[in-house]
Nanobody
Framework: VQLVESGGGSVQAGGSLRLSCAASGHTASSNCMGWFRRAPGKEREGVAALYSGSGNPYYAASVKGRFTISRDNAKNTVYLQMNGVKPEDTAMYYC????????????WGQGTQVTVS
């Protein structure tokens, strides 16, 4: 599966940004799609994930209530709506996909930078 991200950039604290990730290829391998991030000097963090069939989305505690993950199954695209961003949200954001939402990742996007000032 190939993942192509878009939507990163610079935003002021308190503002909003929306990331998009379009998947192409074997669609079953992207049943679960989500976002990770890595800030300088920090470990990679799982931000949000959503399964195409059913179930509740996963959110990291640090973003719950501010970020919303959604997907358009017809377009095989997942979105991350980031509201009320904080400087600590500054990171490289990576789209990820796997057949299951079980912690493993079989496909990664190239990453998109989000900078909050």
């Amino acid at each position: 599966v190939q993942l192509v991200e878009s939507g990163g950039g610079s935003v002021q604290a308190g503002g909003s940004l929306r990331l998009s990730c379009a998947a192409s290829g074997h669609t079953a391998s992207s049943n679960c799609m989500g976002w990770f991030r890595r800030a300088p000097g920090k470990e990679r963090e799982g931000v949000a994930a959503l399964y195409s069939g059913s179930g509740n989305p996963y959110y990291a505690a640090s973003v719950k209530g501010r970020f919303t993950i959604s997907r358009d199954n017809a377009k095989n695209t997942v979105y991350l709506q980031m509201n009320g961003v904080k400087p600590e949200d500054t990171a490289m954001y990576y789209c990820a996909a796997d057949e299951f939402c079980a912690g493993a990742v079989s496909s990664w996007g190239q990453g998109t930078q989000v900078t909050v000032s």
